[in-house]
């Protein structure tokens, strides 16, 4: 699986982006994809994840009510729409995709598994 994201940038405290990530190289649409972080200094962390049929979503409690993650209608993109950003929100952001089903994924719960694929990240600053 092929994971490409983009979509960062530098922008002012309160300001809007929205991240896209495209998966390549699935034969099925239906598996779990989800963004990570990480900060300088600082360890990867969980930001959001959505279910194959994006029925479910999942969101660290650092961006529940800013943040939104969904789906492209061909279920093979997944978008992070963030709002209200903050200077603590200055992090690379990863895409991240597992292929168990919601129940079953790691993503689900906000960690990662054996299965979980990764993309290049995306760079986003946010000045104060």
């Known amino acids: 699986v092929q994971l490409q994201a983009s979509g960062g940038g530098l922008v002012q405290a309160g300001a809007s982006l929205r991240l896209s990530c495209v998966a390549s190289?699935?034969?099925?649409?239906?598996?779990?994809m989800g963004w990570f972080r990480q900060a300088p200094g600082k360890e990867r962390e969980f930001v959001a994840a959505i279910s194959g049929t994006a029925h479910i979503t999942y969101y660290a409690d650092s961006v529940k009510g800013r943040f939104t993650i969904s789906r492209g209608d061909n279920r093979n993109t997944v978008y992070l729409q963030m709002t209200s950003l903050k200077s603590e929100d200055t992090a690379v952001y990863y895409c991240a995709l597992d292929s168990s089903s919601w129940v079953r994924s790691p993503l689900s719960r906000g960690s990662i598994g054996p299965r979980t694929d990764w993309g290049q990240g995306t760079q986003v600053t946010v000045s104060s």
């Open positions: 190289g699935r034969p099925s649409s239906n598996y779990v």
